[in-house]
């Protein structure tokens, strides 16, 4: 369990006295919750960029781990932050407060740092302790018993799991439930569309039980049949555990609140009359979709008591009189359902925050798990679900290094943790002091309690997130950098034996998880560059396919590209001889919607040159092993492919053909290019008289940069390798540390530029243009909004618009 990095408010430097009091005015119960993107949201109670005081209040702001300096400020409450829950998809996040408002924001054009309010319910008089989102039915898990097959539909299922609220067909709502201290429960539903495109807010609350009562300690959990499973305690450890089922219905403009008391239990009453513990303070469900579990925890004098209870069913004996009788003559047992106690972990020190695993990623019962507990000493205690064993232990005092002055480290002595959140995958655990500054730690692998990462294990998980839609980055940073290339080469072996339609339809998240794996090596940036192009390559074939229509109606199973396929299984080497194998007309497109494809008909015209011109290196021995775009003939015959229609496009509208810097005037460039790759592709090895040909290119035709070098400065990079841990970081301020430039060789010959390229347009934005959309995982900048507004360049827009090229998050940067 390893400290990655901490990330401090800004400091004075000014006495240590003044330092102290200085520090005061920023301390207050803090939160902190992670989405299924790996996006952390938390709560301060000064802005982070307040030095005197002054904001008090509670501030909510967002960070991707990836890039934790730079933090978004959502909202500002003049009241107390109580709840911060996000949404399965990761999507949308909740706000509750004191005061019994209910808020629902959401990113604005998927923009990480661009944030709208969709919406607020106010519960007047509620002071909102609990809040979950309702479950959109959509649960994958892992076949505990078929984990070795070779077939993600046999290894991973959908289990069954009801949507919490459903509309007419059963399509799932979207909305949420709410726990207040007075016993209220009250429901959140986004129904149909508002004004403006916002969502209609219906409000409906009720009692939780039979009568309202003091609650001072919630969680909330899903049930199997769609329902939701609450346990409250009223703080005293002489007042039961009390559990409730909540079933909530949406009718005609109407929703009900169904709320059934179920059995409830005692702490045991041995270690508590010893060690006097008498406030129930934490509650937590073992796993959020397992509602068979619980976690309790009660401070006393002497420090803290955690129990771990069970829904059981067990039989019970009654007389016969009262016996159902079965069929046979024989009785069957009668069988109640209770809550039994499993096992207890012991510490001097109170809790002050428990956290447990999201979700459970195998099928195993009880799911194996972590139970993650923050004392009041600065110490976090990973215990495993079985009997409560520590498997490992931290403290906040490691957050800075020895070699901090003595002023620094006497303040940060006295920050305690407020609260802690896992990420979804379990990989890493997110935790924040009573400041708001944030520390994440490494987490050991639940497959083995104890023991280090395993290339199988690691490998189940990456394709858990490829079934799945979950964000990996955690698991990224759980890796040793000797694992990399083996892990991508089982992880590639798995995919390549999958049937072709399930490869299809992963394809484009296969790339980006292999492509993160290789950047996170200084050998693997060149496999990551040739990766990234593939994935464009192969998005661009598809936009320009979809332009495509069939003369023919009645021809549905075979379209122009169909046609193109066929023809080129022909070994044509003169692409002017497969234009008469083609019908023109297939392949007419407007001229208007030709010119808007310009820049994207340059950048494979730009990327089969830099591949032919960089073919006689990379055709000498010993080189090293991994992904090469030069060795993938698939690719290669889609770009074939692609200078074809390009050919065609060009006698439609001139100027759409790329543009080249030639030396002969009468040299046609896409014919050459489209002859050498094809040569490439029949002999299978590069002949002596092709290595030839190429190595005269870059005189005949000027070599465009193709993947210019672009800075990274984030978390999961080549440079987290060299650091020593943890690592020291600043709200705000990029660390130098993290710096790495990947060292990509170019081209001998290739035209340089210092100029920003956008990665998704592929046009030249300047040196230092002032607004850009920035990824937070690779660093790649793309123009903000698009001049051109043909179908065709929109629909490409739109492509990227939710994620950047690498699956990553966008945000807006702004050159001061």
Same mark, same amino acid.
């Given at each position: 369990?390893?400290?990655?990095?901490?990330?401090?408010?800004?400091?004075?430097?000014?006495?240590?006295?003044?330092?102290?009091?200085?520090?005061?005015?920023?301390?207050?119960?803090?939160?902190?919750?992670?989405?299924?993107?790996?996006?952390?949201?938390?709560?301060? *109670?000064?802005?982070?960029?307040?030095?005197?005081?002054?904001?008090? #209040?509670?501030?909510?702001?967002?960070?991707?781990?990836?890039?934790?300096?730079?933090?978004?400020?959502?909202?500002?409450?003049?009241?107390?932050?109580?709840?911060?829950?996000?949404? %399965?998809?990761?999507?949308?996040?909740?706000?509750? &407060?004191?005061? /019994?408002?209910?808020?629902?924001?959401?990113?604005?054009?998927?923009? !990480?740092?661009?944030?709208?309010?969709?919406?607020?319910?106010?519960?007047? #008089?509620?002071?909102?302790?609990?809040?979950?989102?309702?479950?959109?039915?959509?649960?994958?898990?892992? $076949?505990?018993?078929?984990?070795?097959?070779? @077939? @993600?539909?046999?290894?991973?299922?959908?289990?069954?799991?009801?949507?919490?609220?459903?509309?007419?067909?059963?399509?799932?709502?979207?909305?949420?439930?709410?726990?207040?201290?007075?016993?209220?429960?009250?429901?959140?539903?986004?129904?149909?569309? #508002?004004?403006?495109?916002?969502?209609?807010?219906?409000?409906?609350?009720?009692?939780?039980?039979?009568?309202?009562?003091?609650?001072?300690?919630?969680?909330?959990?899903?049930?199997?049949?769609?329902?939701?499973?609450?346990?409250?305690?009223? /703080?005293?450890?002489?007042?039961?555990?009390?559990?409730?089922?909540?079933?909530?219905?949406?009718?005609?403009?109407?929703?009900?609140?169904?709320?059934?008391?179920?059995?409830?239990?005692?702490?045991?009453?041995?270690?508590?009359?010893?060690?006097?513990?008498?406030?129930?303070?934490?509650?937590?469900?073992?796993?959020?979709?397992?509602?068979?579990?619980?976690?309790?925890?009660?401070?006393?004098?002497?420090?803290?008591?955690?129990?771990?209870?069970?829904?059981?069913?067990?039989?019970?004996?009654?007389?016969?009189?009262?016996?159902?009788?079965?069929?046979?003559?024989?009785?069957?047992?009668?069988?109640?359902?209770?809550?039994?106690?499993?096992?207890?972990?012991?510490?001097?020190?109170?809790?002050?925050?428990?956290? *447990?695993?999201?979700?459970?990623?195998?099928?195993?019962?009880?799911?194996?798990?972590?139970?993650?507990?923050?004392?009041?000493?600065?110490?976090?205690?990973?215990?495993?679900?079985?009997?409560?064993?520590?498997?490992?232990?931290?403290?906040?005092?490691?957050?800075?290094?020895?070699?901090?002055?003595?002023?620094?480290?006497?303040?940060? %002595?006295?920050?305690?943790?407020?609260?802690?959140?896992?990420?979804?995958? #379990?990989?890493?655990?997110?935790?924040?002091? *009573?400041?708001?500054?944030?520390?994440?730690?490494?987490?050991?692998?639940?497959?083995?309690?104890?023991?280090?990462? *395993?290339?199988?294990?690691?490998?189940?998980?990456?394709?858990?997130?490829?079934?799945?839609?979950?964000?990996?980055?955690?698991?990224?940073?759980?890796?040793?950098?000797?694992?990399?290339?083996?892990?991508?080469?089982?992880?590639?072996?798995?995919?390549?034996?999958?049937?072709?339609?399930?490869?299809?339809?992963?394809?484009?998240?296969?790339?980006?998880?292999?492509?993160?794996?290789?950047?996170?090596?200084?050998?693997?940036?060149?496999?990551?560059?040739?990766?990234?192009?593939?994935?464009?390559?192969?998005?661009?074939?598809?936009?320009?396919?979809?332009?495509?229509?069939?003369?023919?109606?009645?021809?549905?199973?075979?379209? =122009?590209?169909?046609?193109?396929?066929?023809?080129?299984?022909?070994?044509?080497?003169?692409?002017?001889?497969? %234009?008469?194998?083609?019908?023109?007309?297939?392949?007419?497109?407007?001229?208007?919607?030709?010119?808007?494809?310009?820049?994207?008909?340059?950048?494979?015209?730009?990327?089969?040159?830099?591949?032919?011109?960089?073919?006689?290196?990379?055709?000498?021995?010993?080189?090293?092993?991994?992904?090469?775009?030069?060795?993938? @003939?698939?690719?290669?015959?889609?770009?074939?492919?692609?200078?074809?229609?390009?050919?065609?496009?060009?006698?439609?509208?001139?100027?759409?053909? =790329?543009?080249?810097?030639?030396?002969?005037?009468?040299?046609?460039?896409?014919?050459?290019?489209?002859?050498?790759?094809?040569?490439?592709?029949?002999?299978?090895?590069?002949?002596?008289?092709?290595? &030839?040909?190429?190595?005269?290119? =870059?005189?005949?035709?000027?070599?465009?940069?193709?993947?210019?070098?672009?800075?990274?400065?984030? $978390?999961?990079?080549?440079?987290?390798?060299?650091?020593?841990?943890?690592?020291?970081?600043?709200? /705000?301020?990029? =660390?130098?540390?993290?710096?790495?430039?990947?060292?990509?060789?170019?081209?001998?010959?290739?035209?340089?530029?210092?100029?920003?390229?956008?990665?998704?347009?592929?046009?030249? !934005?300047?040196?230092?243009?002032?607004?850009?959309?920035?990824?937070?995982?690779?660093?790649?900048?793309?123009?903000?909004?698009?001049?051109?507004?043909?179908?065709?360049?929109?629909?490409?827009?739109?492509?990227?618009?939710?994620?950047?090229?690498? /699956?990553?998050?966008?945000?807006?940067?702004?050159?001061?």
């Amino acid at each position: 369990m390893d400290l990655i990095y901490a990330v401090f408010r800004k400091h004075t430097t000014s006495s240590t006295k003044s330092l102290q009091n200085f520090e005061c005015l920023h301390e207050g119960h803090t939160l902190c919750s992670v989405s299924s993107q790996n996006i952390v949201a938390f709560t301060t *109670t000064t802005e982070i960029e307040d030095i005197s005081g002054k904001t008090w #209040g509670s501030h909510v702001y967002v960070a991707d781990l990836n890039t934790p300096w730079y933090s978004h400020k959502v909202v500002s409450n003049k009241t107390g932050v109580t709840a911060l829950e996000w949404d %399965l998809p990761g999507d949308k996040l909740l706000v509750a &407060d004191t005061a /019994g408002n209910v808020q629902l924001w959401s990113f604005k054009d998927h923009i !990480l740092n661009d944030w709208v309010c969709l919406g607020t319910a106010s519960f007047p #008089g509620e002071h909102i302790l609990g809040a979950a989102f309702f479950h959109n039915g959509k649960k994958i898990s892992l $076949v505990s018993e078929k984990k070795d097959n070779v @077939y @993600y539909n046999e290894k991973f299922t959908h289990l069954r799991f009801p949507p919490s609220v459903r509309y007419f067909g059963g399509r799932p709502m979207e909305g949420c439930l709410v726990i207040s201290t007075t016993g209220m429960v009250g429901v959140v539903i986004a129904s149909r569309e #508002g004004h403006q495109g916002s969502p209609q807010l219906i409000i409906t609350s009720d009692s939780l039980g039979s009568t309202r009562h003091r609650i001072t300690a919630v969680d909330i959990c899903y049930g199997k049949n769609g329902h939701f499973l609450v346990a409250v305690s009223s /703080g005293s450890v002489s007042l039961p555990i009390q559990c409730f089922r909540v079933s909530v219905k949406q009718g005609d403009e109407k929703c009900v609140i169904m709320s059934q008391a179920l059995p409830s239990f005692f702490l045991q009453s041995s270690p508590i009359k010893e060690n006097q513990y008498r406030h129930v303070s934490q509650l937590k469900f073992v796993v959020r979709e397992d509602a068979d579990s619980l976690v309790v925890a009660a401070n006393g004098d002497s420090g803290c008591l955690i129990e771990i209870w069970e829904l059981r069913e067990k039989p019970l004996p009654i007389h016969k009189l009262f016996q159902p009788k079965s069929h046979s003559s024989q009785t069957e047992p009668f069988k109640t359902v209770l809550w039994q106690h499993q096992s207890h972990f012991m510490s001097s020190s109170p809790v002050v925050c428990i956290t *447990t695993s999201k979700l459970s990623i195998t099928t195993t019962m009880p799911p194996p798990c972590y139970v993650m507990v923050a004392l009041a000493d600065g110490s976090i205690h990973c215990l495993y679900r079985d009997s409560l064993k520590q498997v490992a232990t931290a403290s906040l005092n490691q957050a800075w290094r020895q070699e901090e002055a003595p002023s620094s480290k006497q303040q940060r %002595l006295g920050l305690r943790i407020s609260h802690l959140d896992m990420s979804w995958l #379990g990989c890493v655990l997110v935790a924040t002091d *009573t400041q708001g500054q944030l520390y994440l730690y490494r987490l050991l692998p639940i497959s083995e309690p104890g023991g280090p990462m *395993t290339v199988p294990y690691a490998c189940t998980l990456l394709e858990y997130c490829l079934v799945t839609g979950l964000d990996w980055w955690d698991l990224l940073v759980s890796l040793r950098p000797s694992m990399m290339d083996t892990v991508c080469e089982r992880f590639t072996e798995s995919f390549n034996r999958q049937l072709q339609q399930v490869q299809q339809f992963h394809y484009v998240q296969f790339l980006n998880i292999k492509t993160s794996l290789y950047r996170l090596t200084v050998n693997g940036q060149s496999k990551a560059a040739d990766l990234t192009s593939l994935l464009m390559l192969h998005s661009v074939a598809t936009a320009f396919k979809s332009l495509l229509r069939p003369s023919d109606l009645s021809s549905h199973d075979k379209g =122009p590209a169909e046609s193109l396929a066929t023809v080129m299984m022909d070994s044509l080497t003169d692409v002017d001889k497969v %234009l008469f194998h083609l019908e023109a007309k297939e392949f007419t497109v407007e001229p208007s919607t030709l010119q808007s494809l310009q820049q994207l008909i340059q950048w494979v015209a730009d990327l089969a040159l830099n591949l032919l011109a960089r073919l006689p290196e990379q055709r000498q021995p010993g080189k090293s092993s991994g992904y090469e775009l030069l060795r993938d @003939y698939k690719a290669l015959n889609t770009l074939r492919e692609l200078l074809v229609i390009i050919r065609i496009w060009g006698l439609l509208r001139q100027s759409c053909l =790329p543009v080249f810097v030639r030396s002969a005037e009468n040299l046609d460039v896409l014919a050459l290019l489209f002859r050498l790759i094809s040569r490439l592709i029949q002999t299978l090895e590069a002949d002596e008289n092709l290595l &030839d040909e190429c190595c005269l290119l =870059p005189s005949q035709v000027m070599i465009p940069q193709l993947n210019p070098p672009t800075k990274i400065v984030a $978390v999961a990079s080549p440079a987290l390798f060299y650091q020593s841990l943890p690592i020291q970081l600043e709200f /705000g301020v990029e =660390p130098e540390c993290l710096h790495f430039v990947p060292e990509l060789s170019p081209v001998e010959g290739s035209m340089q530029t210092e100029q920003t390229v956008d990665s998704i347009r592929h046009i030249y !934005l300047g040196k230092q243009p002032l607004v850009v959309k920035q990824c937070c995982r690779c660093g790649c900048k793309a123009q903000v909004q698009s001049m051109t507004r043909t179908a065709a360049i929109r629909a490409w827009d739109q492509r990227w618009a939710r994620a950047c090229r690498c /699956g990553g998050h966008w945000r807006i940067h702004r050159f001061l």
